[in-house]
């Protein structure tokens, strides 16, 4: 370790975990002694305010915690970005909680890489949350992070869990299929895609949603081209498929990057939807705008959040009760950007 390494991590104040180490317990542990949990052990109990102690791990939010029991404060973990759909999930769940009687604490983590989202859930155990919803992919989960996920209720929203959490998502293999199935009864041959990125379990179902429909049907998929939801690779790789004289129909798997493949099939003198039908997901704000209008799958935004808080809300009530997980149905809506293939 550097010496500005050394320094960095001597200024990051403690958390949960770090109580946790040196009281030699678990997150959960210290969860329940800080909040007066009654099967508590006083030695446990004494060891782990020993440790809140040394550490200086907010001593006064600690207090806090003991004496005012319930925060009525939910958390979302985040990942950095400017995605308009990550926008619509927040608001989403923010409303939910709003209506449910609870305030919202977000945490945004700058990758996915598992110590930082486990740094971001510690900043929002900090904070009292009563509950947790991850609103991006585990891709791999860390002790600190399973300890977390049995310290404090928590739902993921995309697919991916824990040990200890519960799931509500939307089927977004069933996007997939909705999306390749409208293209293919226009009777394009066959449909292109470009996916998102791996790491997100989103993408991996749409993929294979994607695909699945095309062997139903009877029909070797063509290659799959990557993208990273953003609207820079959607025109990147509509470059490539504009450049392919038998591209007719393409899958998006994000709106955002379907803008980005049609500036590119523009440009290259591509008509929408005479010469190539392009379909994307979300159905955000914009898709009605773009030009043409955009065909795309809905994502019930609204639902899903709902959904995701009113089970957080179960979970927070009765700990260890198992709740199936929640799958929300997407729809297709047709706009202007898909057509019949051209003869």
């Given at each position: 370790?550097?010496?500005?390494?050394?320094?960095?991590?001597?200024?990051?104040?403690?958390?949960?975990?770090?109580?946790?180490?040196?009281?030699?317990?678990?997150?959960?542990?210290?969860?329940?002694?800080?909040?007066?949990?009654?099967?508590?052990?006083?030695?446990?109990?004494?060891?782990?305010?020993?440790?809140?102690?040394?550490?200086?791990?907010?001593?006064?939010?600690?207090?806090?915690?003991?004496?005012?029991?319930?925060?009525?404060?939910?958390?979302?973990?985040?990942?950095?970005?400017?995605?308009?759909?990550?926008?619509?999930?927040?608001?989403?769940?923010?409303?939910?909680?709003?209506?449910?009687?609870?305030?919202?604490?977000?945490?945004?983590?700058?990758?996915?890489?598992?110590?930082?989202?486990?740094?971001?859930?510690?900043?929002?155990?900090?904070?009292?949350?009563?509950?947790?919803?991850?609103?991006?992919?585990?891709?791999?989960?860390?002790?600190?992070?399973?300890?977390?996920?049995?310290?404090?209720?928590?739902?993921?929203?995309?697919?991916?869990?824990?040990?200890?959490?519960?799931?509500?998502?939307?089927?977004?293999?069933?996007?997939?299929?909705?999306?390749?199935?409208?293209?293919?009864?226009?009777?394009?041959?066959?449909?292109?895609?470009?996916?998102?990125?791996?790491?997100?379990?989103?993408?991996?179902?749409?993929?294979?949603?994607?695909r699945s429909t095309l062997e139903a049907a009877g029909i070797t998929p063509p290659p799959e081209?990557?993208?990273?939801?953003?609207?820079?690779?959607?025109?990147?790789?509509?470059?490539?498929l504009g450049r392919i004289p038998d591209v007719t129909a393409v899958f998006v798997s994000s709106?955002?990057?379907?803008?980005?493949?049609?500036?590119?099939?523009?440009?290259?003198?591509?008509?929408?939807?005479?010469?190539?039908?392009?379909?994307?997901?979300?159905?955000?704000?914009?898709?009605?705008?773009?030009?043409?209008?955009?065909?795309?799958?809905?994502?019930?935004?609204?639902?899903?959040?709902?959904?995701?808080?009113?089970?957080?809300?179960?979970?927070?009530?009765?700990?260890?009760?198992?709740?199936?997980?929640?799958?929300?149905?997407?729809?297709?809506?047709?706009?202007?950007?898909?057509?019949?293939?051209?003869?």
């Amino acid at each position: 370790m550097s010496s500005t390494e050394a320094r960095d991590a001597a200024a990051k104040p403690p958390g949960m975990t770090d109580v946790a180490r040196v009281a030699g317990v678990s997150a959960q542990t210290v969860s329940r002694a800080l909040s007066g949990h009654p099967n508590v052990q006083e030695k446990t109990r004494a060891r782990v305010l020993a440790a809140v102690e040394q550490l200086g791990y907010r001593k006064n939010k600690a207090a806090g915690i003991l004496s005012s029991g319930h925060s009525r404060t939910i958390g979302i973990v985040l990942l950095q970005t400017n995605s308009y759909s990550r926008i619509a999930v927040t608001a989403g769940l923010e409303q939910a909680a709003r209506d449910a009687g609870y305030a919202v604490s977000a945490a945004t983590s700058p990758s996915l890489e598992p110590v930082a989202i486990e740094d971001a859930m510690s900043r929002l155990a900090e904070q009292n949350v009563e509950g947790i919803i991850l609103a991006l992919p585990l891709i791999q989960v860390t002790r600190g992070i399973e300890e977390l996920t049995k310290a404090i209720p928590t739902i993921t929203i995309d697919g991916s869990r824990t040990s200890s959490t519960e799931v509500v998502a939307v089927d977004q293999s069933q996007a997939a299929k909705l999306a390749t199935q409208h293209l293919l009864d226009l009777g394009h041959e066959t449909v292109w895609h470009v996916s998102g990125p791996t790491e997100w379990l989103d993408a991996v179902s749409r993929s294979e949603g994607w695909r699945s429909t095309l062997e139903a049907a009877g029909i070797t998929p063509p290659p799959e081209l990557k993208g990273d939801w953003s609207p820079a690779s959607g025109y990147q790789n509509g470059l490539i498929l504009g450049r392919i004289p038998d591209v007719t129909a393409v899958f998006v798997s994000s709106d955002e990057m379907a803008f980005g493949v049609i500036r590119a099939f523009h440009e290259l003198g591509k008509r929408i939807p005479e010469d190539v039908s392009v379909v994307g997901v979300d159905d955000i704000a914009l898709a009605e705008y773009c030009s043409p209008s955009l065909t795309t799958v809905a994502q019930p935004f609204p639902e899903m959040s709902r959904l995701a808080v009113a089970h957080l809300l179960r979970y927070i009530a009765d700990p260890g009760t198992t709740l199936a997980p929640a799958s929300v149905e997407p729809r297709l809506i047709v706009r202007a950007s898909t057509a019949a293939a051209p003869h």
